[in-house]
């Protein structure tokens, strides 16, 4: 079956524009994570949406990072006035449940860049 | 929250010798340990995973070892190839979300 899809795959965009990253998880699963992964860096945990819940939004940088999730489809990811340090891959990952052993699948990520 | 830390931050090892990285984690309460593999330029992929209840967990030429007494965990990959290369991500789960160590890098040299 089909796995989880980012898109785009790369946006290089101007510093203080506003960008949209889109994430669709593997249908069924309803735990969604987001994370930034900087370049030779490790996977910053940004959000979590479980089902109806409220979502976990403790890694959130800063203010100008907001995500949503319809029900237990797509996701965006929304950065706002883009800064040069948010240049990173932004992985979206899903799982079908949450809770221990439970395989998070990722997608192939967004490449971002901010010039 | 968690905190996941790992040692050695890049490995060379010869083909054919066995590599192991090792993590550590603060949470005693996490149960769920994976371990994921990172090519150059893909997603990370789960290659292998130990829950707490368990000590030791084998497949083929990777193995992962629990020390919950010691909070630490560790992967072993015996009889190296050169497809082995890759970063590879030990994590941690407490709650329902899992925290990522930073990442090791492993070069098996032909």
């Known amino acids: 079956g089909a796995g989880v899809s980012q898109s785009p795959s790369n946006k290089v965009t101007e510093k203080g524009k506003d960008v949209e990253l889109r994430c669709d998880p593997i249908?069924?699963?309803?735990?969604l994570y987001w994370y930034r992964q900087r370049l030779g860096q490790g996977l910053e945990f940004l959000i979590y949406?479980?089902?109806?819940?409220?979502?976990?939004k403790s890694g959130l940088p800063s203010d100008r990072f907001s995500a949503e999730r319809t029900g237990e489809s797509v996701s965006t990811l929304t950065i706002q006035r883009t800064q040069q340090e948010d240049s990173a891959v932004y992985l979206c990952?899903?799982?079908?449940?949450?809770?221990?052993?439970?395989?998070?699948?990722f997608g192939p990520g967004t490449r971002l860049t901010v010039l | 929250g968690e905190n996941v830390e790992q040692h050695p931050s890049t490995l060379s090892v010869q083909e054919g010798d066995s590599a192991v990285i090792k993590c550590t984690y603060s949470?005693?309460?996490?149960?769920?340990f994976p371990w994921y593999k990172q090519e150059l330029g893909k997603r990370p992929q789960l290659i292998i995973d130990?829950?707490?209840?368990?000590g030791e967990k084998k497949d083929q030429r990777i193995a992962v070892t629990l020390n919950k007494t010691a909070k630490h965990f560790s992967l072993h990959i015996t009889e190296t190839q050169p497809e082995d290369s890759a970063v590879y991500f030990c994590?941690?789960?407490?709650?329902?979300?899992?925290?990522f160590g930073k990442g090791n890098q492993v070069v098996v040299i032909p």
């Open positions: 990952a899903s799982s079908q449940r949450p809770g221990p052993g439970t395989e998070q699948f």
């Open positions: 249908s069924g699963h309803t735990a």
């Open positions: 949406f479980q089902g109806n819940s409220a979502p976990d």
């Open positions: 949470d005693s309460a996490s149960n769920y």
């Open positions: 130990i829950r707490s209840n368990v």
């Open positions: 994590a941690a789960r407490g709650n329902n979300r899992l925290a």
